[in-house]
């Protein structure tokens, strides 16, 4: 379920920065006539597409591997340990699911049911 809050967090953030990135776009239309550079306009642009991509994909991610791992499909536990390595570096709350998601799925007990299905 933590994978599932943490993936509806990265979404609801990456459409935070989209539309950031929405208020940057409306900007170069503003620069081109000559008002504001065009070129920080469009870097802050391209900078907010580049996070939100980045954001969404991560959220979605952890969204299907956390509804995956409560359905206990194989594959999602080696996609969730790879993610939970991963999610060390987000600190503080990545950091915490990182070694909970560690924890509990070299488990001896989770790694069984992971293989009985």
């Known amino acids: 379920m933590l994978y599932i809050i ?3 967090l990265f979404l609801l953030a990456g459409a935070i920065v989209l539309a950031l990135m929405l208020g940057a776009l409306a900007l170069v239309q ?17 900078t907010f597409g580049m996070l939100a991509i980045i954001s969404l994909v991560w959220g979605g991610v952890h969204v299907s591997t956390g509804r995956a791992l409560r359905r206990h499909q194989p594959w999602s536990r080696n996609v969730a340990l790879v993610f939970g390595v ?15 998601a560690l924890w509990v799925l070299l488990n001896d007990e989770t790694r069984a049911q ?4």
């Open 6 to 8: 943490w993936g509806g």
């Open 30 to 46: 503003y620069a081109a006539a000559g008002e504001v550079s065009t070129l920080a306009a469009g870097l802050t642009a391209a």
């Open 86 to 100: 991963l999610d060390l570096a987000l600190l503080p709350f990545g950091t915490a699911l990182g070694i909970y």
């Open 114 to 117: 992971f293989l009985a299905t």
